[in-house]
């Protein structure tokens, strides 16, 4: 199972941005999934989570501003970032708690995508 994350890049202040992370390979099903973030000297926070039934859950500093969604039907979860702050430069992550299934066992996991920069500068 990998996960793929696209979409950082560099923003202005008070610009957008929308991040995917894409899910493949042996999946019996996503539960949770969610988007962290970590900048420099700093540790890695949730940024937002949605379960699989659409429930979301976010961070009081992007409240508003941010919104996660999911298209099950693609396995890929996304985050609209808008009036984007200085403050929210950082390394993002996605993050999934899957269900693979094996010859012998049912077992789910947690998965991390390898990280795309957003970087929010005039």
């Known amino acids: 199972v990998q996960l793929q994350a696209s979409g950082g890049g560099l923003v202005q202040p008070g610009g957008s941005l929308r991040l995917s992370c894409a899910a493949s390979g042996s999946i019996f099903r996503i539960n949770d999934m969610g988007w962290y973030r970590q900048a420099p000297g700093n540790q890695r926070e949730l940024v937002a989570g949605?379960?699989?039934?659409?429930?979301?859950n976010y961070a009081d500093s992007v409240k508003g501003r941010f919104t996660i969604s999911r298209d099950n039907a693609k396995n890929t979860v996304y985050l609209q970032m808008n009036s984007l702050k200085p403050e929210d430069t950082a390394v993002y992550y996605c993050n999934a708690f899957i269900v693979v299934v094996t010859t012998t066992v049912r077992r789910e996991y947690s998965y991390w995508g390898q990280g795309t920069q957003v970087t929010v500068s005039s």
């Open positions: 949605i379960t699989s039934g659409g429930s979301t």
